[in-house]
C-alpha cells in the first residue's frame, strides 16, 4: 500500500489505560510528524522526527511518547490520558524536515478518552 | 512564533459561484504557503502552494495569490462544484529561528457548495 497508513482508525480508551497509535509510509521520505486536530482548533504540531532523529518537541505532555524505530515507521504511545485529549491525531510525512516540501497525511486515529 | 489568521471560517456558495478563502501570516521571513483540502472523514491533502518569490499561481479552478507586504494569501476557487465542499487548511511556514520550517496552519474554513 502507498501513502501514509494510520492504524487504528478509531480507538475509545479509559484514563488508565495504555495504547499505541501507528503510522507507517511508504513513500522513502525522511520526516515524519504527529499533529493533533481538536474541533474548531488549528492543527496542531506535535512532534516531528527527522532521519529517526526527534527534532521537535512542541511541549507536549509526558502522558504522549513517540517513538520512531525507522524511517518508514512512528508510533505515538498513550497512557494516563485526560477526556481532553480527545481528539484526530494525524500523522505525515514529508521528504526531509524544514525543506518546504509537501506533506503528506495519513487519515488519523479518531481517539476518545473516557 | 508565526500565527496564522484564516476567515472565514465558514462559507456557502451556490454552484458555479467563486470562492475566496483569506489568510494572513505575522512572520515576515516566512517562504512557503500551502492550502490544504480535507473531505469529511479523509486526510488533510495539499491542492497548491506558493513560494515567497511568486505573486499567484494558478492550477486550474484553483490560484492562490500572495502580497507579501501585506503578509496575505488568498486561495480562490472559481466555478465551484458540490465536490469542492471540504474544510481548507491554509498553512505558513516559520522563516527562521528555532521554528524554522515548522508549518503553522489557519483554522481552517467549511467550504459547502449548494448544487
Known amino acids: 500500500e502507498t501513502g501514509v497508513t494510520q492504524t487504528p482508525r478509531h480507538l475509545v480508551m479509559g484514563m488508565t489505560n495504555k495504547k499505541s497509535l501507528k503510522c507507517e509510509q511508504h513513500?522513502?521520505?525522511?520526516?515524519m510528524y504527529w499533529y493533533k486536530q481538536s474541533a474548531k482548533k488549528p492543527l496542531e504540531l506535535m512532534f516531528v522526527?527527522?532521519?529517526?532523529?526527534?527534532?521537535e518537541n512542541n511541549s507536549v505532555p509526558s502522558r504522549f511518547s513517540p517513538e520512531c524505530p525507522n524511517s518508514s515507521h512512528l508510533f505515538l504511545h498513550l497512557h494516563t490520558l485526560q477526556p481532553e485529549d480527545s481528539a484526530l491525531y494525524l500523522c505525515?510525512?514529508?521528504?526531509?524536515?524544514?525543506?518546504?516540501?509537501?506533506?503528506?497525511f495519513g487519515q488519523g486515529t479518531r481517539l476518545t478518552v473516557v | 512564533g508565526e500565527n496564522v489568521e484564516q476567515h472565514p471560517s465558514t462559507l456557502s456558495v451556490q454552484e458555479g459561484d467563486s470562492a475566496v478563502i483569506k489568510c494572513t501570516y505575522s512572520?515576515?521571513?516566512?517562504?512557503?504557503f500551502p492550502w490544504y483540502k480535507q473531505e469529511l472523514g479523509k486526510r488533510p491533502q495539499l491542492i497548491i502552494d506558493?513560494?515567497?518569490?511568486?505573486g499567484e499561481k494558478k492550477d486550474q479552478r484553483i490560484a492562490v495569490t500572495l502580497n507579501k507586504t501585506a503578509k496575505h494569501f488568498s486561495l480562490h476557487i472559481t466555478e465551484t462544484q458540490p465536490e469542492d465542499s471540504a474544510v481548507y487548511f491554509c498553512?505558513?511556514?516559520?522563516?527562521?529561528?528555532?521554528?524554522?520550517?515548522?508549518?503553522?496552519f489557519g483554522r481552517g474554513t467549511q467550504l459547502t457548495v449548494w448544487p
Open positions: 505525515a510525512s514529508s521528504q526531509e524536515w524544514r525543506t518546504n516540501t509537501e506533506a503528506f
Open positions: 513513500l522513502g521520505h525522511n520526516a
Open positions: 522526527y527527522n532521519f529517526k532523529e526527534q527534532t
Open positions: 512572520d515576515s521571513a516566512s517562504n512557503y
Open positions: 506558493i513560494r515567497s518569490n511568486v
Open positions: 498553512a505558513a511556514t516559520s522563516g527562521g529561528g528555532s521554528t524554522l520550517g515548522r508549518l503553522y
